[in-house]
């Protein structure tokens, strides 16, 4: 899961709770108003003892409009519809088994918030539902106090990509005339591609992770108010000879038809969000978008308008498991990655004007997480890595750092995304060779991609 987290967010969350937090956190929705909505615990605070909420429900407005209800009394009443009550032991159940999911024999410490049985506080329940889970409590408040705030329903959308590696959603409310704002945006590693480049077929059991996840992304955008959700699907999905079976999957679980997105149309994404924003005075640009199964090369005088690129068999995952390096890798190991790595680049050279350009774009996990740990960053924080300068020098240092480690020791770094830590040396190693190899000293780093391409392409943004 995403542990994204913005110093203001701190700020509203700890003016809300009246104390400093002592759990980590990350804000997985927003209201209208900007705070952060809900946010999600990790199962244990800061000294290792059990917490017993997942997910908090944080804005203020929204916390007194539930407040009004309970002081009404309808925890009793509810509690006293039988069906109503069996209803929620469901969700205790869910929310039990999503705690595990984190930490194993967390499941034990209860339910919605804490509780094993019966219904204690609707704000627990509610912030389940708008974290996307399947509470009726949730919904039953939902029904009762939406809209919170009066501009709260107006043509939102959400876009959800289905990589090699990840699973990502991202909720926008449009705001004309002043452009959109970010309600939610979160990423669970799910491994769809894990074994594709090998079998040529995506395993069920990825199938089953990813679909899970996209179902639970589309519950929360539309928890959210989303009024259209697009999922795109590339790399992994396209190059399976099963590909249908995950689409099936998906319609079966969402009811919506996923979208497998093409080379070309994945680089053209990748580049509209990669760039929309920057200072034409930086172009032209070459965007590079390193994901877990191909890695996109894109070229544009100007942001937003592609020239021509290439989409490349070359990704995170898809590099890691054709080398299959030791823990930590061995210098071998390196030197087959960059073996792998120069073969593709020939390809992107002959392919792509990338010497004509001005400014390297580095989008995608590999690169903002590289840039996280270049920065020595005790916390993930998206506003100091947006529109960053990575250097080549930090970049090769990072990537030194990091391969002498193992998987374990990467994984516990404090920003390395959980299912990261296996694959982001071999995508580290890709954007370093890339910057040698076509004379980058630096990139511009940012947190905008392929997602958020999906998302403006929804809204009609060119």
Not at 102 to 109: N, P
Request: a negative charge.
């Amino acid at each position: 899961m995403s542990d994204e987290l913005r110093a203001a967010d701190l700020d509203a969350v700890r003016e809300q709770l009246g104390r400093e937090p002592t759990v980590p956190f990350s804000v997985i929705a927003r209201c209208s108003a900007g705070h952060p909505l809900v946010i999600r615990n990790r199962p244990v605070d800061a000294e290792g003892h059990p917490f017993p909420t997942l997910y908090w429900l944080t804005c203020p407005a929204a916390v007194k409009a539930v407040s009004q209800l309970e002081s009404e009394g309808w925890i009793s009443r509810l509690a006293a519809d039988r069906a109503f009550a069996e209803a929620i032991e469901g969700s205790h159940s869910r929310y039990a088994a999503e705690r595990g999911a984190l930490l194993a024999g967390a499941e034990r410490w209860g339910g919605v918030g804490g509780t094993g049985r019966g219904l204690k506080c609707l704000h627990a329940h509610y912030a389940y539902h708008l974290a996307g889970g399947d509470d009726a409590a949730g919904r039953w408040t939902a029904e009762q106090v939406e809209p919170v705030h009066e501009d709260e329903r107006g043509a939102r959308i959400a876009a959800i990509d289905q990589g090699t590696n990840s699973t990502r959603l991202l909720v926008l409310d449009p705001r004309p005339g002043v452009g959109p704002m970010e309600l939610a945006r979160d990423m669970v590693i799910t491994r769809l591609g894990q074994g594709v480049d090998e079998t040529g077929a995506l395993d069920p059991a990825a199938i089953e992770r990813a679909s899970d996840t996209i179902a639970r992304f589309a519950s929360r955008a539309r928890a959210l108010h989303a009024d259209r959700i697009r999922i795109g699907a590339t790399s992994a999905v396209r190059d399976a000879a099963n590909r249908e079976e995950f689409l099936r999957a998906v319609r079966d679980r969402v009811g919506l038809e996923p979208e497998v997105i093409d080379g070309d149309h994945e680089a053209a994404l990748s580049f509209l969000g990669g760039t929309t924003g920057l200072d034409p005075a930086l172009g032209p640009f070459l965007l590079m978008d390193i994901g877990g199964g191909s890695t996109e090369f894109v070229f544009g005088s100007a942001p937003g308008l592609v020239e021509h690129g290439i989409s490349t068999q070359l990704g995170s995952v898809r590099l890691t498991e054709r080398v299959t390096p030791s823990d930590p890798p061995s210098e071998e190991d390196l030197r087959r990655f960059g073996d792998v790595i120069e073969d593709r680049l020939e390809e992107v050279d002959r392919a792509v004007r990338v010497r004509d350009a001005r400014t390297l774009v580095a989008v995608a996990g590999t690169t903002t997480t590289l840039q996280a740990c270049a920065l020595g960053l005790r916390r993930y924080d998206p506003d100091l890595i947006h529109h960053s300068t990575l250097t080549r020098t930090d970049a090769e240092r990072a990537l030194g750092d990091l391969a002498t480690m193992t998987n374990e020791e990467r994984a516990a770094i404090p920003v390395m995304p959980q299912g990261r830590a296996e694959v982001i040396v071999a995508g580290a190693s890709i954007l370093v060779h890339a910057m040698r190899r076509f004379g980058f000293e630096e990139a511009l780093v940012s947190e905008t991609d392929i997602l958020d391409g999906l998302a403006f392409e929804l809204l009609g943004v060119r």
